[in-house]
């Protein structure tokens, strides 16, 4: 209904009949899916300062395992995926909400360093156990707030990360 509203500009009527239901019916509808897809728009993009900002939070609250702290950095929505490549431990399914992605962090935080970096141009902290490359984890800024992280242990994909590489033209 929300395609034929809004893409081919169908009036309320013209649905109605075509789907079955009734007029009011379909603007309730055809509401409720304006209401899902504007919230799922992205938020605002963060400036270099601000992503700076937002990632040593993040950082000082992982190394200190300071729940309160790592919370107040999370979106409540935040969505955690992990890549172990079925060689090391992940997540099997994406970690969602600010309570869960915290709980999961706060279980790794003892014996690991973290080095901020960017990688594919998005903000990302290397995590080293025993000075050994464990997980990148890069992460979505969205005014402030980290929306989502995505956790690579995969060892393949992270052998190639202190490799030089060249660009050419």
């Known amino acids: 209904m929300f395609v034929l509203r809004e893409v081919f500009d169908l ?12 007029p009011a019916a379909v603007r309730q509808i ?5 209401a899902h897809v504007a919230a ?8 270099a300062a601000e992503t700076r900002r937002t990632v040593e939070a993040f950082q000082r609250a992982v ?8 919370l107040d950095i999370l979106a409540p929505d935040v969505v955690l995926l992990t890549d172990g490549g079925g060689v090391v ?15 999961v962090l706060g279980r790794i935080a003892a014996a690991m360093s973290l080095q901020p970096t960017q990688v594919n141009g998005d903000p990302a902290l290397i995590v ?15 005014d402030g707030l ?3 992280l995505y956790a690579v242990r995969n060892p393949e994909k992270l ?11």
């Open 11 to 22: 009036g309320y009527d013209e649905i109605a009949e075509a789907v079955d239901k009734s």
């Open 30 to 34: 055809a509401h409720r899916a304006r």
């Open 40 to 47: 799922r728009r992205p938020r605002g993009v963060a400036s």
């Open 63 to 70: 190394e200190t395992g300071d729940l309160q702290r790592l």
């Open 89 to 103: 431990p992940a997540a099997l399914a994406p970690v969602v909400g600010a309570d869960q992605v915290a709980h």
């Open 128 to 142: 080293r156990l025993g000075g050994e490359i464990d997980t990148v984890m890069a992460m979505r800024i969205d």
């Open 146 to 148: 980290i929306t989502g």
């Open 159 to 169: 052998s190639h990360l202190e490799r030089e590489t060249t660009l050419r033209r």
